[in-house]
C-alpha cells in the first residue's frame, strides 16, 4: 500500500491549493481518508477526513469553510481543496488512509493504517 501525496508548494495569503493524495494497494472508496498536517515545532493535527460513506469532517469551522476534502473512485485519488489560505496554514500536509476508522471519529491519527511522505504548504504574509 501506497499513499503518495502532492500539489503542495508556496502560495501568498489568500490563495488556493489542491493537494492530491493518489493510492496503490488500498482502494480509497472502502477506506477513510484524512488529512493532517505539522507545522515547524507542533504536533501533527487532524485537518479533515471523509469515511467510507462520504461523510465529511473537518477539525474546526474556519476549516470547514475553507477546505474541502473528496475522493475520486476512478482514479483512487483523494484531494483536499484549500482556498483562503492564511499564513498559519504552514505545514506539511500528510494523507492517511484506513479501512477500521470509526466513521463518526476520523481525527485520530493511531486509527490509520497508511501513510503518505507529506507535502510542504507554505503561504506567505
Known amino acids: 500500500v501506497q499513499l503518495q501525496a502532492s500539489g503542495g508548494g508556496l502560495v501568498q495569503a489568500g490563495g488556493s491549493l489542491r493537494l492530491s493524495c493518489a493510492a496503490s494497494g488500498v482502494g480509497l472508496n472502502r477506506a477513510a481518508v484524512a488529512w493532517f498536517r505539522q507545522a515547524p515545532g507542533m504536533e501533527r493535527s487532524f485537518v479533515a477526513g471523509i469515511n467510507r460513506s462520504g461523510g465529511r469532517i473537518y477539525a474546526t469551522d474556519s476549516m470547514k469553510g475553507r477546505f474541502t476534502i473528496s475522493r475520486d473512485s476512478a482514479t483512487n485519488t483523494a484531494y483536499l481543496v484549500m482556498n483562503s489560505l492564511r499564513p498559519d496554514d504552514t505545514a506539511v500536509y500528510y494523507c492517511?488512509?484506513?479501512?477500521?476508522?470509526?466513521?463518526?471519529?476520523?481525527?485520530?491519527?493511531?486509527?490509520?493504517?497508511?501513510w503518505g511522505l507529506g507535502t510542504q504548504v507554505t503561504v506567505s504574509s
Open positions: 492517511a488512509a484506513g479501512s477500521s476508522v470509526i466513521s463518526s471519529n476520523l481525527a485520530p491519527q493511531t486509527a490509520y493504517a497508511h
